[in-house]
């Protein structure tokens, strides 16, 4: 894990990567509870059943935008700023979801920094933007299942 001790120390590694997340195993109750809580219970994410009869290798599938939602949870394995305030999401200007996560995979983030900006304007005075490339990772795959610019804000201390 990275340590910095303000959001600004992000601007060292703009152009780098600066970590891999920790292994994070996907369940069926994680995808059920998902479904729940958006409404996306379309038979491919929920119905074991139908989808060892009917999916490809027999599985369910994580959705998409699950799996893009782990990314600020997998980044804390990465790295920690000792001296900020509150953080929030800013967006993302570019997601590709690329291979369907199967339930029992693995997965993983690598995170690289894209920019470093500081924010002037529009609620951002006294922020830091981050813009990260984060792919996400399964375990066994050559191809990743999310591909995503990321942003963040992270405010001074």
């Not at 998902?34 to 999916?55: C, K, P, S, Y």
Request: aromatic share 8%.
């Amino acid at each position: 894990m990275v340590v910095l001790d303000r959001p600004a120390d992000l601007q060292a590694w703009v152009g780098k990567e600066i970590g891999v997340s920790e292994w994070l195993a996907i369940d069926q109750s994680r995808i059920d509870d998902f479904a729940r809580l958006t409404g996306d219970d379309h038979w491919i994410h929920v119905d074991v059943e139908r989808a060892r009869r009917e999916m490809p290798g027999g599985k369910t599938i994580a959705h998409g935008f699950m799996t893009l939602s782990l990314i600020p949870y997998l980044a804390r394995s990465i790295y920690t700023i000792k001296h900020r305030g509150r953080g929030l999401n800013y967006g993302t200007n570019r997601v590709r979801f690329i291979n369907p996560v199967q339930v029992g995979d693995r997965v993983r983030l690598r995170q690289r920094i894209k920019a470093v900006e500081r924010g002037e304007g529009g609620g951002q005075e006294g922020a830091t933007r981050v813009t990260s490339e984060c792919t996400i990772e399964i375990e066994g795959e050559a191809r990743p299942a999310v591909v995503a610019e990321f942003l963040v804000l992270i405010y001074d201390e």
